[in-house]
């Protein structure tokens, strides 16, 4: 089976952003900084970063402003509660990220993510279509998801 792995282009910021990920995500490193050969307009800059977060790898490339990250693409972060869901929201969204509606997240970097607890899609599939319109009513207004709210929502119970 091929790997697969992500490719992050950025203007001059892929080692900062590699060294914040690998700052947020256990069991984190960079592997490999490979820089512009001599000759280009860029010669002894950083030109990739090759890392891993907690053993999915990317590379992250220096490749000019030409491009911006957007929401089309986003990478998921399936956390285990809610405490990893605020831990993973406040480094986020700290020093220059940007909240989004439901869960989502944009880095400092412009990069998307999706900040999702376990069990949240099951509520939506729930066997009670009453029950999955409620949770997911409650999670179209929230940005950060509070999974307990979503469950008091599915059951009925007024939420905040």
Avoid at 87 to 92: C, D, I, N, S, T
Avoid at 104 to 114: I, N
Wanted: proline content about 6%; hydrophobic content about 40%; overall charge negative.
């Amino acid at each position: 089976m091929p790997e697969i792995s992500p490719n992050l282009w950025f203007d001059t910021e892929a080692e900062e952003a590699a060294e914040f990920y690998c700052s947020v995500f256990p069991n984190s490193k960079i592997l490999a900084v490979t820089r512009y050969p001599e000759g280009s307009d860029r010669a002894g800059s950083v030109l990739t970063v090759t890392f891993e977060l907690d053993g999915q790898r990317f590379l992250g490339l220096n490749g000019g402003p030409q491009f911006k990250f957007n929401e089309a693409v986003s990478l998921e972060i399936r956390c285990a509660d809610q405490e990893e869901v605020d831990y993973y929201w406040e480094k986020l969204t700290g020093d220059g990220g940007e909240e989004g509606m439901c869960g989502w997240v944009a880095d400092r970097f412009g990069l998307s993510w999706q900040v999702i607890p376990k069990g949240m899609e099951e509520m939506f599939a729930d066997p009670d279509p009453k029950r999955a319109q409620r949770a997911w009513q409650a999670m179209m207004k929230m940005r950060k998801i509070d999974i307990a709210e979503m469950h008091r929502a599915a059951d009925g119970a007024p939420v905040s």
